[in-house]
Nanobody, 121 residues
């Protein structure tokens, strides 16, 4: 099993920046894609950005050009650098990882516990 631990959330003024981190630990054969989702109150959880183990990134239109996802494969860690934050970015941010386990022909998905990001106007 894989555990994901997020850090870096907090309160920031509009136009500010935050950097989220998410470290994976546990019984890992290999990790494929890692990503960040967010969920605002009363809304569905939505993809913010994800990145393959080869470094190919994908972004939601709402954050493209402001957020940057990156990962350190040696540390099994994914990052989300968030710049030019807006009040509408306020949400709980969750990281996830798709990983393989020895003996299983399919991938599993793990989720972090979430970290709150609040952007004040």
């Amino acid at each position: 099993q894989v555990q994901l631990v997020e850090s870096g959330g907090g309160l920031v003024q509009a136009g500010g920046s935050l950097r989220l981190s998410c470290a994976a630990s546990g019984t890992i054969f290999s990790i494929n894609a890692m990503g960040w989702y967010r969920q605002a109150p009363g809304k569905q959880r939505k993809l913010v950005a994800d990145i393959t183990n080869g470094g190919t990134a994908n972004y939601a239109d709402s954050v493209r050009g402001r957020f940057t996802i990156s990962r350190d494969n040696a540390k099994n860690t994914v990052y989300l650098q968030m710049n030019s934050l807006k009040p509408e970015d306020t949400a709980v941010y969750y990281c996830n990882a798709d990983y393989l386990r020895s003996g299983y022909p399919y991938a599993f998905r793990a989720w972090g516990q979430g970290t709150q990001v609040t952007v004040s106007s």
